[in-house]
């Protein structure tokens, strides 16, 4: 079972899970499920010590309101590890999770053994413009991320008639909202800077992805240098989830190496 750890990053509070032996590996979720420690992370686990922080204002961790920018949330991160006293990570990130990760390697791919995005989002990809999730009743939202509608329930929130539940909907969405409205999950910077990441990265993709589709991967791959993109037929936005020995499997196949070679 993974340890609860509390800190206080630069004087924001930060509440995350860890587990496993072997490399650091730093594992930044999405939107939705933070704090919950899945198949995926303990597969990982079995070769890798796991760090899985929730984000500021979601899953129940404490909002700061500092955090204006995805580039806020990018050195919220770096900060954190040097907090940990992380010199350098394989760092791995999920849709709104991948894009962080993204602009942190933007900033100090020298932090980085390597890098593996899975869907992220946060580039304008010409013919192709995200759906507006925030809109969305549950029904819709699950049809649209999942290819495999059973595997939202790995996600799913508490009890919808909580009180203490819909306020923690509405400030998760909040906190998500500040970072990504406008422009709508992306940065108008970030694409003609993916060119500055030297780390060796991975990009996991699932072929049935209706929020960021494999038109968006081949973008990824375009921008990254050397950037391999693996992808996973039975998937949609939530590879990980979906497939997670198989997306497990490829990301440590891929790290592994990168640890051996320093």
Same mark, same amino acid.
């Given at each position: 079972?993974?340890?609860?750890?509390?800190?206080?990053?630069?004087?924001?509070?930060?509440?995350?899970?860890?587990?496993?032996?072997?490399?650091?590996?730093?594992?930044?979720? @999405?939107?939705?499920?933070? $704090?919950?420690?899945?198949?995926?992370?303990?597969?990982?686990?079995?070769?890798?010590? /796991?760090?899985?922080?929730?984000?500021? @204002?979601?899953?129940?961790?404490?909002?700061?309101?500092?955090?204006?920018?995805?580039?806020?949330?990018?050195?919220?991160?770096?900060?954190?590890?040097?907090?940990?006293?992380?010199?350098?990570?394989?760092?791995?990130?999920?849709?709104?999770?991948?894009?962080?990760?993204?602009?942190?390697?933007?900033?100090?791919?020298?932090?980085?053994?390597?890098?593996?995005?899975?869907?992220? /989002? $946060?580039?304008? /990809?010409? @013919?192709?413009?995200? *759906?507006?999730?925030?809109?969305?009743?549950? #029904?819709?939202?699950?049809? %649209? /991320?999942?290819?495999?509608?059973?595997?939202?329930?790995?996600?799913?929130?508490?009890?919808?008639? =909580?009180?203490? %539940?819909?306020?923690?909907?509405?400030?998760?969405?909040?906190?998500?909202?500040?970072?990504?409205? =406008?422009?709508?999950?992306? =940065?108008?910077?970030?694409?003609?800077?993916? $060119?500055?990441?030297?780390?060796?990265?991975?990009?996991?993709?699932?072929?049935?992805?209706?929020?960021? *589709?494999?038109?968006?991967?081949?973008?990824?791959?375009?921008?990254?240098?050397?950037?391999?993109?693996?992808?996973?037929?039975?998937? @949609?936005?939530?590879?990980?989830?979906?497939?997670?020995?198989?997306?497990?499997?490829?990301?440590?196949?891929?790290? $592994? #190496?990168?640890?051996?070679?320093?």
């Amino acid at each position: 079972m993974p340890s609860q750890h509390r800190l206080i990053v630069r004087e924001t509070p930060v509440e995350l899970l860890s587990d496993g032996t072997g490399p650091a590996l730093l594992f930044l979720h @999405g939107a939705g499920g933070a $704090g919950r420690w899945l198949p995926f992370h303990a597969e990982l686990a079995r070769r890798f010590t /796991v760090y899985l922080p929730k984000h500021p @204002g979601h899953g129940g961790a404490p909002a700061a309101e500092w955090i204006e920018h995805i580039s806020d949330l990018a050195f919220h991160y770096l900060d954190l590890l040097d907090e940990l006293k992380l010199d350098r990570v394989h760092l791995v990130g999920s849709s709104l999770g991948g894009w962080i990760a993204a602009e942190m390697a933007t900033m100090a791919s020298h932090r980085l053994k390597s890098l593996a995005l899975i869907a992220p /989002v $946060g580039i304008k /990809v010409d @013919g192709w413009i995200y *759906p507006f999730l925030f809109a969305m009743e549950l #029904p819709q939202l699950v049809a %649209t /991320v999942f290819h495999d509608q059973a595997k939202a329930l790995a996600l799913a929130p508490g009890d919808l008639t =909580n009180i203490d %539940t819909l306020a923690e909907l509405y400030r998760e969405r909040a906190a998500l909202a500040r970072v990504s409205w =406008n422009p709508y999950l992306y =940065n108008p910077l970030l694409r003609r800077r993916l $060119g500055r990441i030297t780390a060796p990265t991975l990009l996991c993709w699932g072929e049935r992805d209706r929020v960021a *589709p494999l038109l968006c991967a081949e973008a990824w791959a375009k921008e990254i240098p050397g950037a391999q993109l693996r992808t996973f037929a039975a998937s @949609g936005h939530l590879p990980h989830l979906e497939e997670p020995e198989a997306v497990a499997a490829a990301v440590a196949d891929f790290c $592994g #190496p990168r640890e051996v070679a320093r």
